[in-house]
């Protein structure tokens, strides 16, 4: 399948709209390859949140690749401040700001044939959001599925996580999502069913810094940013990250 491009005029393929709408979750996830994280500063960044709607408990990242923890990094391209630009083939979300820096964030992005690129905005926010299966995917994993097609509430086991951002072009709802995830050790993987996964802690972090109306950049997966170093190199030896 070819690589789906929201922006698009013609529309989505009719069946990968069925495997997307209301979709999001988890295929099989290919193992992750991950050096400890051993910054402490880091690690308190993804600690219990008790004050949510539902209590949302630390995520573990003890294994997780430093590359993928938040982080304030040098930003080389010129997209104004605010701006989510998403590179799929480092698995990396930054959110630009001022001064050619931009907070990065790890993400678990489509698997092939599934994974998309174009420009968005962020049409709708939500806390908690509420998922439905497809009719497809109701076929396809009938016993899974099947409890959910009325759709899921919000909660821990809700696989969209705790908050949502819904990706329009032009007014149409592209179907896809910045979400986050009941599977924290897909972070950095391939893994997802088209939408843009993050860290529980991360999607509430950037929830709060972009508003409804912000410009979405989601880059092929063969055009890559290079990655700063240098917050990578200060988390493997115990130093302290960058201002977030």
């Not at 930054?94 to 049409?123: D, K, P």
């Not at 880059?219 to 201002?243: K, T, Y």
Request: some cysteine.
């Amino acid at each position: 399948m070819t690589t789906t491009t929201p922006s698009a005029r013609g529309g989505l393929e009719p069946a990968l709209l069925a495997l997307l709408l209301g979709g999001c979750v988890a295929v099989e996830p290919p193992p992750q390859a991950a050096g400890p994280v051993r910054n402490a500063a880091f690690s308190a960044m993804y600690g219990p949140q008790p004050a949510e709607r539902f209590a949302l408990p630390a995520t573990d990242i003890a294994g997780v690749d430093p590359r993928y923890v938040r982080q304030e990094v040098a930003y080389p391209r010129a997209e104004p401040p605010g701006t989510i630009v998403v590179d799929p083939g480092n698995r990396f979300l930054y959110l630009v700001r001022e001064n050619g820096r931009a907070l990065r964030y790890g993400v678990g992005v489509g698997r092939a044939g599934l994974a998309w690129s174009g420009t968005a905005q962020v049409a709708r926010k939500a806390e908690w959001p509420r998922w439905t299966p497809t009719a497809a995917m109701i076929a396809r994993e009938p016993e899974r599925n099947g409890p959910w097609r009325n759709g899921m509430a919000g909660g821990p086991g809700n696989p969209l996580g705790p908050r949502a951002l819904y990706l329009f072009d032009g007014g149409r709802d592209t179907l896809y999502r910045i979400h986050g995830t009941t599977e924290p050790e897909t972070i950095g993987t391939t893994v997802s069913s088209g939408c843009i996964r993050m860290f529980n802690q991360d999607i509430i972090d950037l929830y709060g810094r972009v508003p409804v109306g912000a410009r979405v950049i989601v880059l092929p997966a063969n055009e890559r940013i290079e990655p700063a170093l240098s917050a990578v190199a200060r988390a493997q030896d115990g130093s302290e990250p960058d201002r977030l």
